[in-house]
Nanobody, 120 residues
Framework: QVQLVESGGGLVQAGGSLRLSCAAS????????MGWFRQAPGKQRELVAV???????NYADSVKGRFTISRDNAKNTVYLQMNSLKPEDTAVYYC??????????????WGQGTQVTVSS
């Protein structure tokens, strides 16, 4: 069975840092594009960062320069380093795994989410 398990969320003050981890099992990790999404109360889920199977990264404009996504294929784990956190970053953060053949996605999995709360 496929499992994506996030960890590392918590309560921090503005300007602080957190590092989220997502451990994957049941997938061929190295072949999956991995991403982090977030959803704040009353808002739609939005893409935060993505790292492709080849290592290319993309970030939402709101987090560019502050967040860094990385992956360790040997550990089947994707990370999100979050620095200079702002109250606007408060949300539930979800790990995502997608496998594609060319441009066609063949699978799409989500973790259970981890809460990040940034106080002012």
């Amino acid at each position: 069975q496929v499992q994506l398990v996030e960890s590392g969320g918590g309560l921090v003050q503005a300007g602080g840092s957190l590092r989220l981890s997502c451990a994957a099992s049941g997938i061929t990790f190295s072949r999956n594009d991995m991403g982090w999404f977030r959803q704040a109360p009353g808002k739609q889920r939005e893409l935060v960062a993505v790292i492709s199977s080849g290592g290319s990264t993309n970030y939402a404009d709101s987090v560019k320069g502050r967040f860094t996504i990385s992956r360790d294929n040997a550990k089947n784990t994707v990370y999100l380093q979050m620095n200079s956190l702002k109250p606007e970053d408060t949300a539930v953060y979800y790990c995502n795994a997608r496998f594609r053949s060319g441009t066609v996605y063949l699978s799409n999995y989500w973790g259970q989410g981890t809460q990040v709360t940034v106080s002012s």
